[in-house]
């Protein structure tokens, strides 16, 4: 008899589910979206379309919406045992990534998919945007060149508004941010009244705490979405996204950006792969990478932007 022993499999947190399996599980599903529906929902550089919905992000709106359903019910559970009033509060799922990897795209479509199940009629969506400093706070502190890096969010206000949300709060304001003046409107908020389901999109919400006593904004999430892809893929990607901005906000007058609309294709290529190598990439790799293994579920892209393979947490 040998004396060796085997090595065990490789263990690991996560389910890993391929496509063509994680398609299958929309099997008598009704698509619920239109194609114009779903181009009104893609942003730019995104190719999405009817069959990525139907074949990656049905099945994960439904996973979602048994997920709500079945906090509900625990809260309820607990309620009773307490014989107290039922206190169950918004199932709080966040959707973090990189700049143009497609979040924003998948935030919306899963805010629309998931209105669509019985479970979770009402669902608000939220971006981290609004937690931005203002820029000319951004400005005081020397971080504009910062701006997307975990120290240039209010992360306090972050979590004062997340913590009412999920306190029942009946009422809970975030800022409202404007990508055409690049910066938080003054007086202007993003009113949540206790949905069934709040969506937190954003760059770097998975972030750990700052300090063990602190708490981080990952704590008040109910399930977490990465939307993971290669370094040179999602490059690529904000290049081109800043070589069709140029042709579309930027060109209006009063946007922020405006100074690049009458770049030749040779500078706004250069400029795009400044911004991305001084601060984009920099963010990317020594902040929101580190982050994916904290995330409930993680979907990881193509060079086609569609989805290759989804990983999901074991229970």
Do not use: C
């Amino acid at each position: 008899m040998s004396d060796e022993v085997a090595a065990p499999a490789a263990l690991s947190q996560y389910r890993d589910i391929d496509r063509a399996d994680w398609a299958r599980l929309a099997a008598g599903m009704t698509q619920p979206l239109t194609e114009t529906e779903i181009v009104q929902l893609r942003g730019i550089g995104d190719r999405l379309d009817i069959d990525e919905v139907r074949e990656v992000y049905l099945p994960l709106s439904r996973l979602l919406s048994l997920y709500a359903k079945s906090t509900k019910r625990l809260g309820e559970a607990t309620s009773a045992f307490l014989q107290e009033e039922d206190a169950t509060t918004p199932f709080v799922v966040a959707v973090a990534g990189s700049v143009a990897v497609g979040k924003s795209t998948i935030a919306r479509l899963l805010r629309e998919l998931m209105s669509r199940w019985a479970d979770t009629p009402r669902v608000e969506l939220v971006t981290t945007d609004g937690f931005l400093y203002s820029n000319a706070e951004l400005e005081r502190r020397g971080l504009m060149d910062r701006k997307g890096f975990p120290e240039s969010y209010d992360r306090r206000a972050l979590i004062e508004f997340l913590t009412e949300v999920k306190s029942g709060a009946p009422e809970a304001r975030a800022p409202f941010y404007s990508h055409m003046r690049y910066d938080i409107v003054p007086d202007a908020h993003v009113v949540v009244r206790r949905p069934d389901v709040v969506i937190v999109e954003g760059l770097n919400v998975l972030q750990p705490a700052a300090t063990p006593n602190d708490v981080a904004v990952s704590d008040l999430f109910d399930f977490s979405v990465f939307v993971d892809a290669d370094v040179e893929h999602i490059q690529k990607w904000y290049v081109d996204r800043f070589l069709a901005l140029r042709k579309g906000s930027f060109s209006n007058p009063h946007s922020y950006f405006n100074v690049f609309a009458h770049l030749t294709d040779d500078e706004a290529e250069t400029t795009a792969m400044g911004y991305w190598n001084d601060i984009n990439m920099p963010n990317l790799v020594e902040n929101v990478m580190p982050t994916k293994h904290r995330a409930t579920l993680v979907l990881r892209k193509g060079a086609d932007h569609s989805v290759e393979r989804v990983s999901l947490r074991k229970l």
